[in-house]
């Protein structure tokens, strides 16, 4: 259950055996992941507060990001950052692809 809250609290689901994660949005400003090796995921979140919960925006390495989810290669694997804007109203922000499905990669 921990593990749980800690990625519910990052603002990310990993979905089960996949390298894929949901983004949701983080509980805090600002959040810094020693990856090891050097490597880190810097989080960032504007407007963080009980009334501002909804992503109107996501940058992922700087780049604009309208998906609503990130890979492991992403974020992880050479480590990464991710600046969210949140607000208190849903934004038509993740109108990219969908998430991989085991089930269409077979």
């Known amino acids: 259950m921990e593990s749980w809250l800690l990625w519910n609290m990052i603002g990310l689901y990993p979905l089960t055996g ?4 949901l983004i949701a949005s ?3 400003a600002d ?6 090796g050097g490597k880190k995921l810097a989080i960032t979140a504007e407007n963080v507060g009980q009334e501002s919960y909804y992503v109107q925006s996501l940058s992922v390495n700087g780049n604009a990001w309208d998906k609503a989810w990130v890979s492991w290669d992403d974020v992880f694997a050479n480590g990464g950052t991710m600046d969210f804007v949140l607000g208190p109203e849903p934004a038509d922000w993740a109108t990219g692809d969908l ?8």
Not at 18 to 21: P, R, S
Not at 99 to 106: H, L, N, T, Y
């Open 26 to 28: 983080p509980w805090f």
């Open 18 to 21: 996949q390298t894929t994660f």
């Open 99 to 106: 998430p991989p499905s085991p089930a269409s990669e077979a």
């Open 31 to 36: 959040l810094t992941i020693d990856l090891g």
